[in-house]
């Protein structure tokens, strides 16, 4: 028979131990979960459309390139992997162009009001019932904000707190959904909408510098509204649970930090400086993003070939052991990458062994919609609810890269059977953009 103090002992580890599995259970079971009711990604009007000629030809005829330049746009336009009928505004479709504050402003109000009344009637919800309102534009941003200009068009109540994210690059749109996920931590049943979006009229770049100039070629409109909740009650209707965010920065290192810089060009003309060194760059930012997200979504076979993979290659050396990519086919059901272009689709389609099925919906988003900056991968979504549709408990992976240097992913579980045909991709025809890419330089 055990002595006294041992039984003591033994009743104190046994409380401990149960009053630890409760603290963990209450962690678990009482975090506020964070919802995505809906969201809505923009279509502008048919009369905004450009094709890749008549972009060329609109260029021209403002007479502030040299033919040199011009080539060099037409070039990269072409080999772009933009199709056809992607949208412009008529800021810069107009000759003249019309730069000004207020063809700015006309440009953001059609993209985020159009965007937000779309996602608000879908579900019918009322602008006053939103508590955190959230924008993010990299360059354009106005006084007064753009989350203000968003609250006094709806009318939003005076208690409603709002963000406006600037600088944050093409990723942005993952950084506000993760801003969003923390304000609902702290707010008890509150809804948080997100406006992610970019703006042409006020970076486009009329000087000769070729690093610059590439910015002209595949921007084009979009932006995306989501409509967040805490609310356990949306539980049941909402599409997505946030199941992960995993930022990484690489801003302490300069040459990161210096390949996507504004700044002024020889002649003191502003404009976005795209450096030689960012495909190596966002290769760097990435491999550290699927090291830190690996462990928290792959399958164990997958982790334990990574580890013993990373073991061999510090025993015996990088050189003579080939680095393991992970199977995140094997971690994920849908995959919607950024469509910074072209080039940046097809290095991560082959850096992650991907396959031309799973890269599909960022290919048309690109195709369909160009560079929508942060926006990009909510057409990609939209892309696969509209195309194949989610089953309940699929996941989705969004992948985004922006200036600073950075290279941020969402994770986002199914909360239920979707197939939503997003008005966006009406009419959209996949296989006529595998003929047109096949055509392209």
């Not at 963000?163 to 948080?192: F, H, K, W």
């Not at 406006?195 to 932006?223: A, C, D, H, K, Q």
């Not at 031309?356 to 939209?382: H, Q």
Request: charged share 20%; aromatic share 10%.
């Amino acid at each position: 028979m055990a002595s006294a103090p041992a039984l003591a002992v033994r009743l104190w580890v046994c409380g401990a131990a149960l009053l630890l599995s409760a603290a963990l259970l209450w962690r678990t079971f009482s975090r506020r979960r964070t919802y995505l009711v809906d969201y809505s990604v923009y279509r502008s009007p048919d009369s905004w459309k450009v094709s890749k000629k008549e972009y060329d030809a609109i260029v021209a005829s403002t007479n502030n390139f040299s033919p040199e330049s011009l080539q060099f746009m037409s070039k990269v336009l072409a080999r772009s992997g933009l199709g056809d009928e992607t949208y412009a505004p008529p800021s810069l479709t107009n000759v003249p162009m019309s730069l000004n504050m207020a063809a700015c402003r006309f440009e953001f109000e059609s993209v985020a009001f159009g965007a937000v009344k779309d996602l608000l009637n879908k579900v019918n919800v009322s602008p006053k019932q939103i508590g955190v309102v959230i924008t993010n534009s990299s360059l354009f941003n106005t006084t007064p904000s753009l989350s203000a200009t968003i609250m006094n068009h709806f009318g939003m109540g005076s208690n409603t707190i709002n963000y406006n994210l600037g600088g944050m690059g093409c990723s942005a749109g993952v950084i506000a959904a993760d801003l969003a996920r923390q304000m609902l931590e702290i707010y008890p049943n509150t809804y948080a909408l997100v406006v992610s979006t970019e703006n042409l009229t006020y970076n486009w770049y009329p000087g000769t510098n070729r690093g610059m100039l590439v910015t002209n070629t595949i921007f084009r409109v979009g932006g995306a509204a989501l409509l967040l909740s805490n609310k356990r009650q949306d539980s049941w209707r909402s599409k997505y649970e946030l199941q992960h965010v995993v930022r990484t920065n690489l801003a302490a290192n300069d040459a990161a930090f210096n390949c996507v810089f504004e700044v002024e060009d020889e002649a003191g003309v502003r404009g976005i400086r795209l450096g030689k060194e960012l495909m190596g760059v966002a290769g760097q930012a990435l491999k550290k993003n699927i090291t830190t997200l690996g462990p928290k979504v792959l399958p164990l076979s997958e982790q334990l070939l990574f580890a013993a993979n990373m073991l061999a290659r510090k025993v015996y050396g990088s050189k003579r052991v080939k680095a393991y990519v992970p199977n995140f086919k094997k971690a994920f059901n849908h995959i919607c990458i950024h469509t910074g272009g072209r080039a940046v689709i097809d290095e991560i389609e082959k850096q992650l062994t991907l396959g031309r099925e799973t890269v599909e919906p960022s290919r048309a988003s690109l195709f369909r919609f160009g560079n929508v900056s942060s926006s990009s991968i909510w057409y990609c979504l939209a892309y696969i609810e509209s195309y194949r549709g989610l089953k309940r408990g699929d996941t989705v992976w969004q992948l985004g890269f922006g200036s600073g240097f950075k290279c941020n992913s969402a994770v986002w579980r199914a909360n239920r059977r979707i197939r939503d045909s997003h008005s966006a991709w009406e009419g959209f025809d996949v296989e006529h953009m595998y003929e047109q890419l096949a055509k392209m330089p």
